[in-house]
């Protein structure tokens, strides 16, 4: 093998690990701390400066980002060509559910109105009590499967059915920013913020919204049903271990006459 051939296989596995780390979303410190190796190393992987790591380290590399499918064995492909050692897939990986069917399958497995999200906060999958909590059409969830959350609280219709819509829509939009602050160089980030940005009243207070720390993992609001009344949420967010591309968000009674209308609804 001669030597530029070499430093053109080197420079393709860390160009990969590069581009497939943006990809996920996720910063070198991100990926050093989920893979359990130092944001240094992963730096010299990246440009280039470490070209024997061990197929174990690659491999919990690829666990990191959550590589699945061709994705996962183009990233292997490339480390075999650049060290000559091959890196053995797990095994279980072809029998486990793909990680958005996990997701939907912990929704409908609550009592509780509740629905998954994707990490760029896309409606993923909603069972039959948020349907009914949210008086959503359950053909109309089917007809728009990329719905975004702040696309829902922010059309007309709906807005009108939330109690402090205003102050609402800020904590939303607040969050949002901070949860996604590492993904804003994804195209699909980039093509959904200008989506949003054509909502009415986004633009406005988008403008004025900061992330302030870390969000607060419950929240209060309230919301006004055409046959229940009005009802006092809060909301429960799941973060699932190994599943940062999905959350579950619960909504609970918040207070008394809303845990009452809940038990008659059996939820």
Request: net charge neutral; proline share 5%; charged share 20%.
């Amino acid at each position: 093998m001669s030597r530029s051939t070499e430093a053109v296989e080197r420079s393709e596995f860390a160009r990969l690990l590069t581009e497939l780390r943006q990809q996920h979303g996720l910063s070198q410190g991100q990926l050093a701390q989920a893979s359990r190796l130092s944001r240094t190393y992963i730096y010299h992987l990246e440009v280039g400066m470490r070209t024997n790591p061990s197929p174990h380290v690659v491999r919990n590399i690829a666990r990191a980002l959550e590589l699945q499918g061709e994705e996962c064995q183009r990233f292997y492909d490339s480390y075999t060509r650049l060290t000559g050692q091959h890196v053995e897939p797990d095994r279980l990986t072809s029998a486990l559910l793909e990680l958005g069917e996990l997701a939907s399958l912990l929704v409908q497995s609550t009592s509780y109105p509740a629905h998954s999200l994707d990490r760029l906060w896309f409606l993923h999958s909603w069972n039959a009590a948020s349907l009914r909590l949210f008086e959503i059409d359950p053909s109309l969830a089917e007809q728009h499967p990329k719905l975004h959350l702040l696309e829902f609280v922010f059309d007309p219709q709906m807005r009108r059915r939330f109690h402090g819509w205003e102050d609402l829509a800020r904590r939303l939009v607040s969050d949002f920013l901070y949860n996604t602050h590492t993904m804003t160089h994804l195209p699909e980030y980039k093509e959904l913020w200008r989506r949003l940005r054509e909502l009415p009243e986004f633009k406005r207070i988008a403008s004025a919204a900061y992330p302030t720390g870390k969000p607060a993992p419950s929240f209060v609001f309230q919301v006004q049903h055409s046959e229940l009344g009005r009802l006092t949420l809060r909301t429960a967010t799941t973060v699932f271990t190994g599943m940062s591309s999905y959350s579950m968000v619960s909504y609970v009674p918040g207070d008394q006459q809303t845990l009452k209308i809940y038990r008659e609804q059996g939820w």
